[in-house]
T-cell receptor
Framework: LAKTTQPISMDSYEGQEVNITCSHN???????ITWYQQFPSQGPRFIIQ???TKVTNEVASLFIPADRKSSTLSLPRVSLSDTAVYYC??????????FGTGTRLTVIP | GAVVSQHPSWVICKSGTSVKIECRSL??????MFWYRQFPKQSLMLMAT?????????EQGVEKDKFLINHASLTLSTLTVTSAHPEDSSFYIC????????????FGEGSRLTVL
């Protein structure tokens, strides 16, 4: 079961790009990397998923180096509403998901 | 995306009573649903995996007789907290696997249980 390590917290000013890096040294060949966002008193929400290189969608980009031992979630031009906890998970399918500590992002006006 | 709904969103009960929380997949069928518990300022912890038509699989340390899980249909799983005590007060969240082995999960809104 691959575990992840992320910074506990980060602060950023509005309008800046935020990069959150996650370490997953024991990632397995079949594992995908998935990031979720959670607001207080809500369930997590899927942000992005990738296997290797770069993935981009309408809200974020995910950068994965060739060795796949880490990944970086990039949030362009954050706003106050992006204040949340961001979780990085490595998973094969939907079973045995392990949520690490997550990164508490605070966006400052 | 797929929608997962929980009910109730919050509930207050007296110690010793039982509380049932429902988790529904609204626009897809989910053979597998997952139940998590989250204490304040902490991460989600997987409690059990709910399988339609069979017994749930509980994580180590989770009492199956206290947290009863029933997955009677492809769109509904229920979690019943039996003989609730104040230490059971927590945020309970369910999720369902929409796309099979891709692992993209959709989570319910969560249910906050407060036991007095």
């Amino acid at each position: 079961l691959a575990k992840t390590t992320q910074p506990i917290s980060m602060d950023s000013y509005e309008g800046q790009e935020v990069n959150i890096t996650c370490s997953h040294n024991n990632i397995a060949t079949n594992d995908y990397i998935t990031w979720y966002q959670q607001f207080p008193s809500q369930g997590p929400r899927f942000i992005i998923q990738g296997y290797k290189t770069k993935v981009t969608n309408e809200v974020a980009s995910l950068f994965i180096p060739a060795d796949r031992k880490s990944s970086t979630l990039s949030l362009p031009r954050v706003s106050l509403s992006d204040t949340a906890v961001y979780y990085c998970l490595v998973q094969t399918g939907a079973n045995n998901l392990f949520f690490g500590t997550g990164t508490r992002l605070t966006v400052i006006p | 995306g797929a929608v997962v709904s929980q009910h109730p969103s919050w509930v207050i009960c007296k110690s010793g009573t039982s509380v049932k929380i429902e988790c529904r997949s609204l626009d897809f069928q989910a053979t597998t649903m997952f139940w998590y518990r989250q204490f304040p300022k902490q991460s989600l912890m997987l409690m059990a995996t709910s399988n339609e038509g069979s017994k749930a699989t509980y994580e180590q340390g989770v009492e199956k007789d206290k947290f009863l899980i029933n997955h009677a249909s492809l769109t509904l799983s229920t979690l019943t907290v039996t003989s609730a005590h104040p230490e059971d007060s927590s945020f309970y969240i369910c999720s369902a696997d929409w796309q099979g082995n891709t692992g993209e999960l959709f989570f319910g809104e969560g249910s906050r249980l407060t036991v007095l």
